[in-house]
């Protein structure tokens, strides 16, 4: 792997370099071996750098929780899972480092995936919606709001719309056949683009009469950085970060399809980055 192939040299990017070679690669990864890397590739650097890129190491592991997929001491990094174990969370960090734009069937597997995550989050249901899919967006929402028991206007919905900005909806009901529930509009960002993520279209306060507020989030491979946090959060509202889904996955019930599926597509692209 050269640093020449990264969209960027950002702290957060160097980070996922450490994490994806300990992790994917079975590496043991020190401060010194960045430094030489990054003298390899002809970049510029201080050593405050990479001081900075050890500490967003360490607060991710914090991030991560118990069974975090690498430890760090004295600013040397080493796996404590196997990728293989949670291909999911692979996925993603393959996501933040080489971009998910020419991944079609990859984006598709992290809906999925990112799916199964909301659904251990609310403790409810969930589905995905919009394109591609067998049926158009007015009669997925005609289907799911009668199904949740809200109002709905599918009226103003074009033939061609695809998902004005939702890839999974979301929702805790009482299953008393009433509405008045929390519904939640998710859209998903694969990829180390997700900031360029369009919002989700007010279309939807007119597709479902709902009563209750909408909770609009965004789900991305990403880690979000520290000091954007708060600004994500007001743009994207709630915001599940690669960090919240390997939490989630680990509990969730994965379906056996999609994990399968998810590996496959892993023993596909991670050897051609780490050389096997």
Same mark, same amino acid.
């Given at each position: 792997?050269?640093?020449?192939?990264?969209?960027?040299?950002?702290?957060?990017?160097?980070?996922?370099?450490?994490?994806?070679?300990?992790?994917?690669?079975?590496?043991?990864?020190?401060?010194?071996?960045?430094?030489?890397?990054?003298?390899?590739?002809?970049?510029?650097?201080?050593?405050?750098?990479?001081?900075?890129?050890?500490?967003?190491?360490?607060?991710?592991?914090?991030?991560?929780?118990?069974?975090?997929?690498?430890?760090?001491?004295?600013?040397?990094?080493?796996?404590?899972?196997?990728?293989?174990?949670?291909?999911?969370?692979?996925?993603?960090?393959?996501? %933040?480092?080489?971009?998910?734009? +020419?991944?079609? $069937?990859?984006?598709?597997?992290?809906?999925? #995936? =990112?799916?199964?995550?909301?659904?251990?989050?609310?403790?409810?249901?969930?589905?995905?919606?919009?394109?591609?899919?067998?049926?158009?967006?007015?009669?997925?929402?005609?289907?799911?709001?009668?199904?949740?028991?809200?109002?709905?206007?599918?009226?103003?919905?074009?033939?061609?719309?695809?998902?004005?900005?939702?890839?999974?909806?979301?929702?805790?009901?009482?299953?008393?056949?009433?509405?008045?529930?929390?519904?939640?509009?998710?859209?998903?960002?694969?990829?180390?683009?997700?900031?360029?993520?369009?919002?989700?279209?007010? %279309?939807?306060?007119?597709?479902? +009469?709902?009563? $209750?507020?909408?909770?609009?989030?965004?789900? #991305? =491979?990403?880690?979000?950085?520290?000091?954007?946090?708060?600004?994500?959060?007001?743009?994207?509202?709630?915001?599940?970060?690669?960090?919240?889904?390997?939490?989630?996955?680990?509990?969730?019930?994965?379906?056996?399809?999609?994990?399968?599926?998810?590996?496959?597509?892993?023993?596909?692209?991670?050897?051609?980055?780490?050389?096997?």
């Amino acid at each position: 792997m050269i640093f020449s192939d990264f969209h960027d040299d950002s702290v957060s990017s160097l980070a996922h370099w450490v994490e994806f070679n300990a992790v994917c690669g079975k590496q043991i990864v020190s401060s010194s071996t960045l430094a030489n890397q990054l003298e390899r590739a002809d970049f510029r650097y201080e050593e405050s750098r990479i001081e900075s890129v050890f500490w967003e190491l360490e607060r991710r592991v914090a991030l991560y929780g118990e069974n975090a997929p690498f430890t760090i001491q004295e600013q040397v990094v080493e796996p404590s899972i196997t990728w293989s174990e949670f291909p999911e969370y692979a996925m993603c960090l393959y996501f %933040s480092l080489f971009g998910a734009s +020419k991944q079609p $069937v990859g984006t598709k597997l992290f809906e999925q #995936t =990112s799916n199964e995550a909301v659904r251990e989050y609310i403790y409810g249901e969930s589905r995905i919606i919009g394109f591609p899919a067998a049926q158009s967006l007015a009669n997925q929402i005609k289907e799911l709001a009668e199904y949740i028991h809200e109002q709905y206007d599918i009226t103003e919905i074009g033939r061609n719309e695809k998902d004005s900005g939702v890839d999974i909806i979301a929702w805790k009901s009482f299953n008393d056949s009433r509405s008045s529930q929390t519904i939640f509009l998710l859209q998903c960002a694969a990829g180390y683009d997700w900031r360029d993520k369009k919002q989700i279209t007010d %279309s939807w306060n007119y597709y479902i +009469k709902r009563l $209750v507020p909408f909770t609009k989030g965004l789900i #991305t =491979s990403d880690i979000v950085a520290a000091s954007e946090w708060g600004k994500q959060c007001r743009t994207f509202h709630l915001i599940f970060d690669r960090a919240r889904l390997y939490r989630l996955w680990q509990k969730a019930t994965i379906n056996d399809a999609v994990r399968s599926s998810v590996l496959e597509w892993c023993n596909t692209f991670i050897p051609q980055q780490i050389g096997e």
